[in-house]
């Protein structure tokens, strides 16, 4: 019979193993224990959580409509409807967050609470909240951006914890550039109708020329300009105002009513020297944006920034009041 400690006269690798276990178990428990540990904690701590980073990097961030409404000095009404698109099998919730909106470069010009979400394969995020602007100088850059240009890039950056069940929770940074477009320079605009009004015709503000403007949005963004007012020049000279009143363009075209204010005199004097076909080239450029009296400065250097140049023929608005002109 084997003896179990010390060993047996018959010793052999059997009873060898089995002594050991049964001198030293604690001691291998504690090195298995060590080596599970070893392994195991870096998975949890390091490994997941980059795997939830890198899962985080790749996923990509599609804005699929956005709505500004109800301007005021210091903020905006502000509807985002976004996709977040991640082939990762892990499928975390994502806590809460307060993410950055800013310009390549820039400061942040809004903050935005960002809802929990469960993420999918496809998931939405809908944020609809009041924000008040960082800074009216950070958001008019933004605005002059999206008038100016044709596609933009709108970084998001904050930082937010990931749970998967189980598991700690992980803080990931959650860091996206979404390309989106712009106003493009309001280009495509075009004064679609316009007709002259003479004596008793004039509109109580002393507007002497409405009609419709067509007004191009390409980007998906809704958004309320409030009472606009533009500048009206043929070569540099001032030849009165246009007001667009509460302009609010819808992503596509945009047919809105305009009423202005010209110097009849002096597009009398063009058509009958420099312009004799009656087609003037007007020169339109922002003047003023206000909600309920107040003035919005943000959107203000955003329409003051852009000239739109129409070839507009005034003839039959001519004609229509009569006066016979051109060729
Ligand atoms: C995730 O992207 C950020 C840049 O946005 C980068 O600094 C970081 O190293 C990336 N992390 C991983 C785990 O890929
Ligand atoms: C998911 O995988 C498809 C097919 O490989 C690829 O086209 C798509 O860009 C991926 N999406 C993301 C968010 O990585
Ligand atoms: C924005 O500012 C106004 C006044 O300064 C304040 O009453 C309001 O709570 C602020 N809104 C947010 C969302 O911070
Ligand atoms: C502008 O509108 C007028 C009237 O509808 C049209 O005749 C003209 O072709 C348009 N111009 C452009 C550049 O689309
Ligand atoms: C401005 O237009 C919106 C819809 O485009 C309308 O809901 C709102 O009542 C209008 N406001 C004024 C002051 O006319
Ligand atoms: C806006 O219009 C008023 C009146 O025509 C004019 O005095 C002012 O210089 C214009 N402002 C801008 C920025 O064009």
Not at 33 to 38: A, E, K, M, P
Not at 85 to 105: I, K, M, Q
Not at 179 to 205: A, C, F, M, R, Y
Request: glycine share 6%.
């Amino acid at each position: 019979m084997d003896k179990v400690y010390p060993p047996g006269p018959q010793g052999g690798t059997k009873s060898r193993v089995k002594n050991h276990c049964r001198k030293f178990w604690w001691c291998d428990c504690l090195v298995l224990i060590i080596v599970v540990l070893v392994i195991i904690l870096p998975i949890i701590f390091v490994a997941i959580p980059k795997i939830a980073q890198d899962e985080i990097n790749a996923s990509t961030l599609e804005v699929i409509s956005e709505e500004v409404s109800e301007p005021t000095p210091n903020g905006v009404h502000l509807k985002l409807q976004s996709v977040i698109r991640s082939n990762s099998s892990f499928h975390p919730t994502v806590d809460s967050f307060v993410a950055a909106l800013s310009l390549e470069g820039q400061e942040p010009f809004v903050y935005i609470q960002i809802p929990e979400t469960k993420s999918k394969a496809e998931t939405q995020v809908y944020v609809d909240q009041y924000v008040n602007f960082t800074s009216l100088e950070a958001f008019s850059t933004y605005t002059k951006a999206v008038m100016g240009a044709e596609t933009l890039n709108m970084h998001m950056s904050g930082k937010t914890q990931v749970h998967l069940q189980g598991l700690p929770a992980m803080d990931v940074n959650f860091n996206k550039v979404i390309s989106v477009k712009g106003l493009n320079k309001l280009e495509g605009l075009n004064i679609t109708s316009i007709k002259l009004l003479t004596g008793p015709q004039i509109l109580p503000d002393g507007s002497n020329m409405i009609g419709t403007v067509s007004i191009p949005n390409p980007s998906v963004t809704t958004i309320d300009l409030g009472d606009v007012t533009m500048n009206l020049a043929i070569d540099n000279k001032p030849i009165g105002s246009a007001r667009l009143p509460n302009l609010t363009l819808q992503p596509g075209d945009n047919s809105v009513n305009m009423q202005s204010q010209i110097d009849p005199v002096a597009v009398f004097q063009f058509v009958t020297t420099k312009y004799k076909n009656a087609i003037i080239p007007l020169e339109i450029s922002g003047n003023s944006s206000t909600r309920n009296g107040e003035s919005l400065p943000y959107y203000e250097a955003a329409i003051q920034s852009n000239v739109v140049k129409v070839d507009l023929d005034v003839s039959p608005a001519l004609a229509a009041a009569g006066v016979k002109i051109g060729g």
